[in-house]
């Protein structure tokens, strides 16, 4: 059986990074994490990342480098991070309860998903770094 990609991204404006509150399943309802979804079949993960944040968030997305290593969500299914840029539509939580900027000193504080973790600290580098060039890198 084929290994299920599950992809997801961190919109950052700035140096804030867009953080999406989850509303179901009942054990993650409430849970913060970045946005995303599963790559279907035949589906490369820049492709499924766009896809699904268009659905989620009604927005365009140039997809941008990858995000540390795989997280594995199962047996059968693993996580994929990467940084995205807004370039067109207008921020709409169609998926989620909320949706919230946040910058690198509230990233820790906040209540993940466990998966999202992951990447917390490279998150919190890329902010950080922004935040002292001006948010343009």
Do not use: C, F, N
């Not at 910058?103 to 998150?123: I, K, N």
């Amino acid at each position: 059986m084929a290994e299920q990609i599950v992809v997801a991204g961190a919109l950052v404006s700035g140096a804030r990074l867009l953080v999406a509150q989850r509303d179901r399943p009942p054990e993650l309802a409430g849970l913060w994490e970045l946005p995303g979804g599963k790559a279907a079949p035949g589906e490369s993960d820049a492709a499924a990342l766009t896809r699904e944040l268009r659905e989620e968030l009604g927005i365009d997305v140039a997809v941008g480098r990858r995000l540390g290593h795989d997280v594995a969500l199962g047996a059968a299914m693993m996580l994929r991070a990467y940084l995205v840029t807004q370039v067109g539509g207008a921020l709409q939580p169609h998926d989620h309860r909320a949706l919230r900027w946040v910058g690198a000193d509230e990233l820790a504080d906040l209540p993940w998903v466990p998966a999202d973790r992951a990447w917390l600290a490279e998150l919190a580098d890329v902010l950080t770094a922004r935040q002292k060039d001006g948010g343009s890198t």
